[in-house]
């Protein structure tokens, strides 16, 4: 299975951009349906995006809907997530996730098998 590895985390001011990446080891990574979620310090971990194997779809959580753009490069083993207009309630560590489950089953129930280790956003003046 692949490995994932987040990165471009940091601070940000409220309005600002952040692009988040996450590298997948391994020579499957085009084969698994894609995810990103987020946990603030001290709450439960929430959906934020996903995007199918092949990158024909996108879905997206109701807080970041229009603000954030998840996207991959399969030839790269990468996922992104774009953030504009970033607000502090969407400070947290995000984690990007893969599955081998079916895309509708992804997507409903949010179940991936493999997590990456985080990388930390605050969005703060």
């Known amino acids: 299975q692949v490995q994932l590895v987040e990165s471009g985390g940091g601070l940000v001011q409220p309005g600002g951009s952040l692009r988040l990446s996450c590298s997948a080891s391994g020579r499957t990574f085009s084969t698994y349906n894609m995810g990103w979620f987020r946990q603030p310090l001290g709450k439960e971990r929430k959906f934020v995006a996903a995007i199918s194997w092949s990158g024909g779809s996108t879905y997206y959580g109701a807080s970041v809907e229009g603000r954030f753009t998840i996207s991959r490069d399969n030839a790269k083993n990468t996922l992104y997530l774009q953030m504009n207009s970033l607000k502090p309630e969407d400070t947290g560590v995000y984690y990007c996730?893969?599955?081998?489950?079916?895309?509708?089953?992804?997507?409903?129930?949010?179940?991936?098998?493999?997590w990456g280790q985080g990388t930390l956003v605050t969005v703060s003046s």
């Open positions: 996730a893969a599955s081998r489950l079916d895309t509708v089953v992804v997507v409903t129930t949010h179940r991936f098998e493999v």
